[in-house]
T-cell receptor, first 110, second 114 residues
């Protein structure tokens, strides 16, 4: 059974810092991995999708990497801003459904 | 291009009642999946509909059901509500069956059972 873990559970940093959020999964036989952002009480916003054949994806200040063999993905956020404050979730595909991690709650203060 | 639309945004129901939630996917997307989010269990998969057929189901009791219409809109129904059903219910749409293409989520329906 796939288990997805995200470390750290919470993170508070000053504006301008570069951040790394971690996601690990127990079964490396995944089809893809997706990173989402969730603002309090809101739905999920898709940030990046990495197919299993890819090593990384980039969108603006975000860069996500995938190492299937070690069961790890990282989300790198460059030059963080207060507007980046949210919960970040990773999810892997298993049996045609998404298995989500527990999330990292990020706070960026001015 | 309109995103995923869920209605209503908030609901308060009494134990024992039933509730119906609605989800309109992105135009052209044929798959609609439903997830339940609670503080204790996180995000859990309920079911997926594709071309009006349920294709996959999570580990939830039979009180949770759904359907999909010919225009890909989907409804989720929960009967005999329990306090533990209080949660944020999220639907996701994607182009293809399963979770092998990018999933786009709606804003969710916050259900409170009292």
């Amino acid at each position: 059974k796939q288990e997805v873990t995200q470390i750290p559970a919470a993170l508070s940093v000053p504006e301008g810092e570069n951040l790394v959020l971690n996601c690990s999964f127990t079964d490396s036989a995944i089809y893809n991995l997706q990173w989402f952002r969730q603002d309090p009480g809101k739905g999920l916003t898709s940030l990046l999708l990495i197919q299993s054949s890819q090593r990384e994806q980039t969108s603006g200040r975000l860069n996500a990497s995938l190492d299937k063999s070690s069961g790890r993905s990282t989300l790198y956020i460059a030059a963080s801003q207060p507007g980046d404050s949210a919960t970040y979730l990773c999810a892997v595909e298993e049996d045609d459904k998404l298995i989500f991690g527990t999330g990292t709650r990020l706070q960026v203060f001015p | 291009k309109a995103g995923v639309t869920q209605t209503p945004r908030y609901l308060i129901k009494t134990r024992g009642q039933q509730v119906t939630l609605s989800c309109s996917p992105i135009s052209g997307h044929r798959s609609v999946s439903w997830y339940q989010q609670t503080p204790g269990q996180g995000l859990q998969f309920l079911f997926e509909y594709f071309s009006e057929t349920q294709r996959n189901k999570g580990n939830f009791p039979g009180r949770f059901s759904g359907r999909q219409f010919s225009n890909s809109r989907s409804e989720m129904n929960v009967s005999t509500l329990e306090l533990g059903d209080s949660a944020l219910y999220l639907c996701a749409s994607s182009r293809a069956l399963g979770a092998r293409t990018e999933a786009f989520f709606g804003q969710g329906t916050r259900l409170t059972v009292v």
